[in-house]
């Protein structure tokens, strides 16, 4: 069995600004596009695995469509999505969760 579970690859980042997503995800907010391989939801803990071999936890605080639609999860392998995460993610960074790991708790935090 995996110990972890691959969820994709950071191709681009840019603020909330840059995209014109200031009255979607607030002013000045990171955001990350990313080609989506495995589902994980908003709340969630993940890995952000750095070049350098640094490894940074990281919560998903939002998901958003290519459109700019707010989602609860990406479901769909191949899915291009914008991402907030609570740490800053670069491009070329991969993105993993530890299997068994998902923490609901971090879910409800997030939501509050």
């Not at 769909?76 to 800053?88: C, D, K, L, R, T």
Request: proline letters at 2%; aromatic letters at 8%.
């Amino acid at each position: 069995m995996n110990e972890y579970t691959y969820l994709g690859r950071v191709e681009e980042t840019a603020s909330s600004d840059e995209i014109g997503w200031q009255e979607t995800a607030g002013a000045s907010v990171k955001l990350a596009r990313i080609e989506q391989k495995n589902k994980f939801f908003v709340g969630e803990t993940i890995e952000i695995m750095k070049p350098d071999g640094k490894n940074l936890s990281a919560v998903a605080k939002a998901i958003y469509s290519a459109e700019g639609e707010a989602m609860e999860s990406c479901p769909h392998a191949g899915q291009q999505v914008w991402v907030v995460f609570s740490e800053q993610a670069k491009e070329g960074d991969l993105l993993r969760r530890v299997n068994g790991k998902i923490n609901r708790s971090d879910l409800e935090r997030v939501k509050q």
